[in-house]
């Protein structure tokens, strides 16, 4: 970082001209709503991008990656590393600062909106509101062979501390595996009557978790009655939380969630009171 750049960033934690968003330390007990990049110091705007150009490796292709970064709005941006992959294509790495402010307040959060129950009050809940086991299958589909989601949801070695849905002795989980076609997920949710759906989509190249999604959720609504269809919850690292009711499913789980948030939810979505779960599908427990 220049001399120049570090003092007007101490300038402006210090003395903000009138006007000017202050930049506050990290340990100051009010932190401006307004953030930048932090790079060598704060406030700085440093950012650092990699992307890859369909140009073979030479001299104009590096200055291509560095107009590219400045049309990013990095200036100015210098280019750290470039790599051919292949006779056609580079890999670079830019860093450089930026002049882009976030303000946090503008940030919409999908709050969770119930309750995080342990395991032993999620089977409470189920089996006495419900009266009978909470049915739940689950599978990657399409061509997605990438399990270790709905594994550590459904599995009871479960994730991050946290026993899988098969831990629980109220929830009877029926765990299809991998690349399994839509209407195969139909007919083992209508099989097993089940109470919901849960698809994990880890593939997203062209958009194929958001095709595979509305797809889902298309087969599901013309195989089941009004009313009757199964809830349907999909997970993955690429989903926006807010688009449920665009792809046409109940709930978005995104990346770092818990079985017992799953569970949780279930219980809030499914087994409450003002829920008649019991009277649309009566099936016998399987003790």
């Not at 997203?204 to 089941?224: L, P, V, Y």
């Amino acid at each position: 970082m220049s001399a120049v750049r570090a003092h007007e960033a101490r300038r402006r934690r210090k003395n903000p001209l009138p006007g000017e968003v202050s930049l506050k330390d990290a340990a100051a007990e009010v932190v401006s709503p307004i953030v930048r990049p932090y790079g060598d110091t704060t406030g700085d705007g440093m950012v650092q991008v990699s992307f890859t150009l369909p140009l073979q490796h030479d001299k104009r292709a590096e200055g291509a990656a560095v107009r590219l970064a400045h049309a990013m709005g990095m200036e100015p941006a210098l280019l750290v590393h470039a790599k051919p992959i292949g006779p056609n294509y580079t890999f670079f790495i830019l860093y450089g600062p930026v002049n882009h402010l976030v303000d946090i307040r503008e940030i919409e959060l999908v709050e969770r909106e119930f309750e995080l129950l342990s395991s032993r009050e999620v089977n409470q809940a189920i089996k006495k509101r419900l009266g009978r086991k909470l049915v739940v299958v689950g599978a990657c589909i399409g061509t997605d062979a990438h399990t270790v989601g709905i594994d550590a949801i459904l599995n009871i070695k479960g994730f991050a501390g946290e026993k899988g849905l098969e831990y629980y002795r109220e929830i009877n989980v029926h765990n299809l595996g991998a690349q399994v076609l839509i209407p195969d997920l139909v007919a083992a949710a209508r099989e097993v009557r089940a109470d919901a759906v849960l698809v994990s989509q880890v593939v997203t190249q062209k958009d194929a978790h958001i095709h595979n999604t509305t797809a889902m959720s298309a087969a599901f609504r013309e195989a089941f009655p009004a009313g009757e269809v199964p809830h349907l919850i999909v997970g993955g690292p690429r989903f926006e939380e807010k688009a449920a009711a665009s792809l046409g499913v109940d709930r978005i789980f995104g990346r770092g969630t818990t079985p017992g948030e799953v569970a949780s939810y279930l219980v809030h979505a499914l087994v409450q009171p003002t829920v008649p779960t019991s009277a649309r599908r009566t099936t016998k427990s399987k003790e």
